[in-house]
């Protein structure tokens, strides 16, 4: 029975609820004025259902679509204005113990190199991503309670926060580990993490079995009700994901935002970010196995929705993703994406033959992260290394309530131009150093607040003189 405040997985993600729902967006899907009706509320930016979302997505009138993709941009535009989150995956360890069908990290794969970073290792890479401009990290590790305890993790993070390396400094490290016990997200919430991040894969619980046939991850309640373990530990900011590709997306996508609600409804505050990865080639991973095909359009087209369901969380997007694909869902959603990535255990320091792979993906973006900034900015984006909120204690619902009031701009715009600054100062190209000022010289006058405008300004002189670290 759907419960959207009950603490038990099939009942927040009701099975029943999801197959009602895709039945009911099917025979709706042409129904114009009901589609008019979402559309109206969608624009009052307070979000929709999982089940108008799916109407949305379903929906094949033209004009229909037309509009929801201007809505998500107005939306976007509204929320984030120019900003582009950036952030780099640490790979600390590929050492796991699941049975995970559609990633080379499987404990049964003997093909690849199993590696786990040292103390040492992780602080060579910490400096090789500082060297390229990056202060936020995901950081990434298999399920390995004997090579890969929590211990392991805390340490791990102690050194990444500690390394100042020339103007470097990784000032928040969003942790992406497998679901754990309430005891070990307090260990993770006092060690200093931004956003604990743990992907659903898949919401439907006989297809999620088949696909995790042995390991703890096997269990689908206890994944699946992590985030409510991780919030009761006091991690504010959750994000969740599906891999798009592994199931059927009209599934999972109900059931993402389901997910979503629960939260909301249970915890008092919704997610912080939505992760859209979709199924790409890997190592001893059959391609046509995971080929529940999600289309460019069929893609962008979910990110569109997600605006306009979820205004207020940030969507992010992988190196998964071509700079094609990439360059459609940034306009009309996405906020946060990754740049000059390596999906392999020690990626920064050397990067890996293809014989001596470690690599959980393939990237399909490997530009350096200076290229996709300049590329970035003759969009119009300003890229941005803002960390402020997570270290203002701006999390959670404290978070939440400026960005619904919208007052959150008034720390995100100058942030990001200061934070760019700092990059254009420290690490870029003189190609990208002279777009970027441009961008911040147009960008800055969109400050609407006289004093803020002024401080800013003021900021920038100093970051110039070789002052960092401002934040509003
Ligand atoms: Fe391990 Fe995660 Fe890969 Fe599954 S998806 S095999 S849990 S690293
Ligand atoms: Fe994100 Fe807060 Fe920075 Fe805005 S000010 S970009 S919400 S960390």
Not at 9 to 29: G, P, Q, R, V
Request: net charge negative; glycine share 6%; proline share 3%.
């Amino acid at each position: 029975m759907y419960d959207v405040k009950s603490k038990v997985a099939t009942e927040f993600i009701d099975h029943e609820e999801i197959m009602e729902s895709l039945k009911y967006a099917e025979e709706n899907k042409h129904n114009k004025e009901l589609i008019d009706s979402i559309l109206r509320r969608a624009k009052e930016c307070k979000g929709i259902s999982h089940r108008e979302a799916l109407v949305l997505l379903d929906c094949d009138l033209e004009e229909e679509n037309h509009r929801i993709y201007e809505l998500a941009k107005e939306i976007k535009q509204k929320f984030y204005g120019n900003r582009i989150v950036m952030f780099a995956p640490l790979y600390l360890s590929n050492y796991c113990v699941n049975g995970c069908t559609y990633c080379p990290y499987h404990y049964k794969n003997k093909h690849i190199r199993r590696k786990k970073l040292t103390q040492e290792e992780i602080r060579q890479e910490v400096i090789a991503l500082q060297d390229m401009g990056h202060k936020r990290l995901a950081l990434e590790t298999g399920e390995d309670p004997v090579n890969n305890p929590i211990e392991y993790v805390l340490e791990s993070i102690k050194t990444i926060y500690s390394i100042k390396h020339k103007n470097g400094a990784i000032r928040r490290v969003n942790v992406n580990i497998a679901a754990t016990t309430v005891e070990n997200y307090k260990k993770l919430k006092d060690a200093g993490i931004g956003t604990y991040i743990l992907f659903q894969e898949t919401y439907h619980k006989e297809n999620y079995e088949k696909l995790h046939p042995t390991g703890p991850k096997h269990d689908y309640a206890y994944h699946t009700e992590a985030m409510d373990r991780a919030m009761e530990a006091g991690i504010d900011d959750v994000g969740i994901g599906v891999l798009f590709g592994l199931n059927m997306y009209r599934y999972d996508f109900v059931g993402l935002l389901m997910h979503a609600e629960h939260l909301e409804a249970a915890m008092g505050v919704g997610p912080h970010t939505i992760s859209v990865p979709r199924v790409r080639p890997a190592d001893d991973i059959d391609p046509d196995e995971f080929n529940n095909g999600i289309s460019d359009d069929i893609f962008e087209k979910i990110v569109a929705v997600l605006r306009l369901a979820v205004p207020y969380t940030g969507i992010i997007i992988s190196t998964r993703e071509t700079k094609e694909s990439r360059e459609r869902v940034l306009k009309v959603g996405v906020s946060q994406i990754s740049g000059g990535s390596r999906t392999s255990v020690g990626g920064y320091v050397e990067e890996e033959s293809e014989e001596d792979n470690s690599a959980q993906f393939d990237t399909s973006d490997r530009r350096t992260l200076d290229e996709v900034l300049n590329w970035l900015l003759e969009m119009g984006y300003i890229p941005s290394f803002c960390t402020a909120c997570y270290r203002e204690g701006r999390t959670g619902d404290r978070f939440m309530k400026l960005v619904k009031s919208g007052q959150i701009a008034n720390c995100c715009q100058p942030n990001a131009l200061m934070t760019l600054k700092e990059y254009l100062e420290d690490y870029a190209s003189e190609d990208t150093k002279a777009k970027g000022e441009k961008v911040i010289e147009a960008e800055l006058k969109r400050i609407t607040n006289p004093k803020v405008y002024e401080t800013a300004k003021e900021r920038m002189k100093k970051i110039a003189a070789g002052e960092r670290d401002f934040r509003f």
